[in-house]
């Protein structure tokens, strides 16, 4: 019988996701950054995102409290980026052993507090629960105006392929300090035309087949073009992962002019271009065993 180890955590996903049933007022089911469903109002949709990080996975046991709470909320504040979507309230479930000192527990929410009130998102409620190791849950509900626009689903032959920021270094910290990409996706939204966009959590060399995949295309990436975060090496901006910068493309006609403008907006962030999308899905040079799995040995 087949583990989880066997089969990794794509093809688990595809699995899980095959026996799941949908409806109309299901606007994007699973597959993308986040759900997006019919909202209460005409012309918005309401959005859905649930993401966990645990300990001796995604943080170390001696990592600063206020940087653990940081990082669970800025990842879910990085999908709802993807799709330019805004942020509005948040559930945090909290897994901890008996023993875990009080103030630690104080430390984390004040980390949540914070990131969170700056993005304008509210902490409403949540659950606790004791368990081996500590576990951090944040589910977040936000709205976007329908229909919905941005996806990874809806890149064309031809794009542009663009990132933001640098990739690479998650080692060194930068997993626990990355600031979400939603004043950057709003501008895009608003000032350019994107055919399609996620974010970067698993590695380039993780993400960019998966957009790749759910628009039934190929791609040329431009190694040398890569933005590296310094220190880095094109494999480690390749299959680092946590970089939580946005993945795009963009129409060829306006791929140059969208990103010359997005710099001159974002100077400190910047966009760059490393390659195209192919209309032959099978063409792809690029490693696809590469980036972060959460159950592949």
Not at 8 to 23: C, F, K, M, P, Y
Not at 111 to 138: D, N
Not at 245 to 262: D, G, Q, S
């Amino acid at each position: 019988m087949k583990t989880l180890a066997d089969i990794g955590e794509d093809a688990l996903v595809r699995r899980i996701t095959g026996r799941l049933h949908s409806d109309k007022s299901v606007l994007i089911g699973p597959g993308d950054d986040c759900a997006v469903v019919q909202g209460p109002a005409r012309g918005q949709a309401l959005v859905l995102k649930t993401d966990t990080i645990v300990e001796g996975v995604h943080f170390t046991f001696d990592t600063p409290a206020r940087l653990v709470g940081r990082k669970a909320v800025a990842r879910v504040l990085s999908d709802f980026a993807a799709m330019a979507a805004t942020p509005r309230h948040a559930l945090v479930t909290l897994i901890a052993p008996v023993s875990t000192q009080v103030k630690r527990i104080l430390d984390l929410y004040q980390g949540m507090e914070k990131i969170a009130r700056e993005h304008g998102v509210r902490i409403v409620g949540g659950e606790t629960s004791r368990g081996g190791q500590l576990i951090l849950t944040i589910s977040m509900s936000g709205t976007l105006p329908h229909p919905c626009r941005l996806t990874r689903a809806a890149a064309s032959a031809g794009d542009f392929i663009a990132v933001t920021g640098r990739l690479g270094g998650s080692i060194r910290g930068r997993h626990l300090k990355f600031q979400p990409r939603l004043k950057e996706a709003h501008w895009l939204a608003q000032n350019a035309r994107i055919n399609a966009m996620m974010d970067i959590s698993d590695g380039l060399a993780k993400d960019l087949p998966r957009l790749a995949d759910a628009s039934g295309l190929g791609f040329e990436l431009q190694h040398a073009a890569l933005p590296r975060s310094p220190g880095c090496t094109i494999a480690q901006a390749l299959n680092d992962g946590e970089d939580y910068e946005l993945l795009l493309t963009l129409p060829a006609r306006t791929a140059e002019k969208t990103a010359a403008a997005f710099n001159r907006s974002f100077p400190k962030v910047r966009m760059t271009l490393i390659g195209h999308m192919l209309a032959d899905a099978a063409q792809r040079n690029l490693d696809l065993h590469g980036g972060w799995d959460h159950f592949l040995k």
